[in-house]
């Protein structure tokens, strides 16, 4: 009987061992995953090499800038960070798996007013994200690992928050679309949980300030003066080593192609594809009329095709950019599975418009295959100095004097691909236009 007896106690602390390492590893992934998050997170130097697929997708997915709304009293304080890869960084690791748990439970979107958008983005808790331009749902999804058919069409910005004890999404296009969601899987205790060191930082959107009342209401103010980094700017294919590099990423090795140099640039034929070389680090490929596959898409739709230009535009611009980091800037429908893509580069987490064009990278997609591309190779590093620009709201006026009245303000390197950019404010129309 005593045997008996014993043997019963054995088996309930078994039992009892397994129920709480059970438990403690629901705890550690409930409450520590933005914490493990950290080490998927790359530096900023632009060394995407060292990345494994899913970490680049996940920094892919990252926004240009974000905020989170915190409890003051009667009174609405934030912090904010955007111009300031680092901040941002340790930010999107803090909050990344609410927003994981949150695109995946949202339930049927329906459609809110412009006043309903604000008065979310002026609620606590809240995080909000804001990608600069358009993002199709099946990309941001696709990166995060999200399935969620609920969501499509596309977002510029999303705010979650809390809502009467239930957490939800308030997302908004760049025509000025919004909707709200509620989300079924996170806890509104975690998002307190998730935003309780932040501390205020004097972050305001505009149309909380009246004396920002001339630029567009989301534009996000910051409270402090910013002293950009002034980067030094090379073309990295001055270096034929980087050349043949390139060549071989872009699968044009000198074994199996033909090419014969002008006197500007370099022209590889394989089969009947094209690969032009040119002095100023321009690429340029054109698929064979006979719809060649050389770069195949892996499946149908918008996320595969981005992915796809993505994975070409970091493994060659990403590997040679120096301290700038490769994003995207926009995607355009331009038929039946059809897209054009551009990617830009980032200098600390502040957009480069390069060139007349604006883009690092463009990318035509069509019929399941990269159809043309344009890369335009840049290498920056960090000069050592930094310059002034100016307050954001004598930058307001200026902008205002200029006829921009009512857009965004934006804080921009531009790079007319000469030695040295350095960043000033620009109207949010001049960032793809230069106008």
């Not at 007896?5 to 602390?13: A, G, L, P, S, T």
């Not at 340790?90 to 339930?107: D, I, M, N």
């Not at 309780?196 to 004097?202: A, M």
Request: aromatic share 8%; net charge negative; charged share 20%.
């Amino acid at each position: 009987m005593f045997k008996k007896n014993r043997k019963m106690v054995e088996r309930v602390k078994t039992l009892l061992i397994v129920l709480l390492s059970c438990s403690a590893v629901y705890l550690t992934v409930r409450t520590q995953l933005p914490v493990a998050f950290s080490g998927l997170l790359p530096s900023s130097t632009g060394e995407s090499g060292s990345q494994t697929t899913q970490e680049s997708r996940i920094q892919a997915a990252q926004p240009l800038r974000m905020a989170v709304t915190i409890r003051g009293g009667a009174e609405t304080l934030r912090y904010g960070v955007q111009y300031d890869q680092e901040a941002q960084d340790a930010l999107f690791q803090q909050v990344y798996s609410l927003l994981v748990e949150a695109l995946s439970s949202a339930g049927a979107p329906e459609s809110v007013s412009q006043e309903a958008w604000r008065q979310a983005l002026s609620t606590a808790p809240g995080v909000y994200f804001d990608w600069q331009d358009d993002l199709p749902f099946a990309v941001l999804n696709g990166w995060l690992s999200v399935d969620n058919e609920q969501l499509s069409g596309s977002l510029r910005r999303l705010v979650l928050t809390a809502e009467d004890g239930q957490a939800v999404i308030y997302y908004c296009n760049q025509s000025g679309s919004c909707y709200r969601a509620a989300c079924s899987m996170v806890d509104v205790n975690r998002l307190s949980d998730a935003v309780s060191g932040v501390k205020d930082n004097g972050a305001r959107f505009a149309f909380e300030k009246e004396e920002y009342s001339s630029l567009a209401p989301d534009t996000l103010l910051l409270g402090e003066n910013i002293t950009p980094t002034v980067y030094q700017a090379s073309n990295p294919l001055e270096d034929e080593n980087v050349q043949e590099q390139v060549r071989q990423q872009l699968d044009f090795s000198a074994d199996s192609s033909v090419s014969y140099i002008t006197s500007d640039e370099q022209v590889i034929r394989n089969g009947n594809d094209t690969l032009r070389l040119a002095s100023d680090g321009t690429v340029t490929f054109t698929a064979a009329d006979d719809g060649g596959s050389r770069y195949p898409v892996a499946g149908a739709g918008v996320y595969w095709a981005v992915e796809r230009c993505r994975q070409l535009a970091t493994d060659t611009l990403g590997e040679l950019c120096g301290q700038a980091r490769v994003y995207l800037m926009s995607v355009e429908e331009t038929g039946t599975e059809s897209w054009q893509i551009q990617f830009g580069y980032l200098l600390d987490g502040v957009p480069v418009r390069l060139g007349e064009e604006g883009y690092a990278a463009r990318f035509q997609v069509t019929g399941g295959r990269v159809s043309s591309f344009t890369l335009c190779f840049r290498s920056y590093l960090d000069s050592g100095t930094t310059s002034v620009v100016l307050p954001q709201l004598q930058a307001m006026a200026a902008m205002e004097a200029k006829g921009h009245e009512g857009e965004e303000l934006l804080l921009l390197y531009l790079d007319g691909t000469g030695q040295q950019v350095s960043a000033s404010w620009a109207a949010a129309s001049q960032w793809k236009t230069g106008g």
